[in-house]
């Protein structure tokens, strides 16, 4: 199968680069992870280089005005960015290049990647409560960047149905088989609506978050 570019979209905490991390582990040869630059500062335990590409703001910018930038967006105030030349590393072994990237971002990828050249994948949490429970989890964010993620996840969530695929990440193992068969599978071709319960799925993680946050504040 040629190589295709794999946009995998979720809310913070959904499980997006789990998902990828798995996906790399169990077949290495037909996936790549291409590594995302940021403006954040590393958390505990990441390294430069493997996790992201930490940059300062002057850095990332002089890249984005350089087109050095397959996409690019700003998310709890940071900016992310796929670099076009992780996306021609992978492509150039031969292996799907796998996009751990943001709704904002996964659009642009969309309209330079057209299918089936791409296929772009969108991870839903299992509810609003196991969302949370990721995000505090983590203990990295302050409450005021807890509120944007919050805010930023139902904004996002709005946009699934845009999405080729959708898959519910209630189990991992489950989860990586499927966004690996949509992938490997020539005719998991886009669909052209999404499955009836996938919608109130996306309907009832809107509205939970949204009164879970009116809970919180």
Known sequence: MTPIIVVL??????GKTT???ALVTRWP?????????TTRAPRQGERDGEDYFFL???EFRRRQAASELLEWAEY??????????????????????LLDIEVQG???????YPPPASRAVFILPPSAAELLRRLQGRRTESPPEMAKRRATAIRELRQAETF?????????DTAVTTVHKLVETPEAAPRAKLEPERTEHIR?????LTNKTKEIS
Do not use: C, M, W
């Not at 992310?80 to 290049?97: C, I, N, P």
């Open 9 to 14: 979209a979720a809310p913070s905490g959904g």
């Open 19 to 21: 998902i990828a991390r």
């Open 29 to 37: 040869e037909r996936y790549g992870f291409s590594v995302s630059a």
């Open 56 to 58: 300062s703001k002057d």
């Open 76 to 97: 709890a105030g940071e900016l992310y960015g796929t670099l076009k030349a992780e996306v021609d590393r992978v492509l150039g072994a031969g292996q799907h290049v």
């Open 106 to 112: 996964a659009r642009q990828v969309r309209k330079r």
């Open 164 to 172: 080729d695929h959708v898959v519910v990440n209630d189990n991992l």
């Open 204 to 208: 009832a993680l809107i509205a939970e």
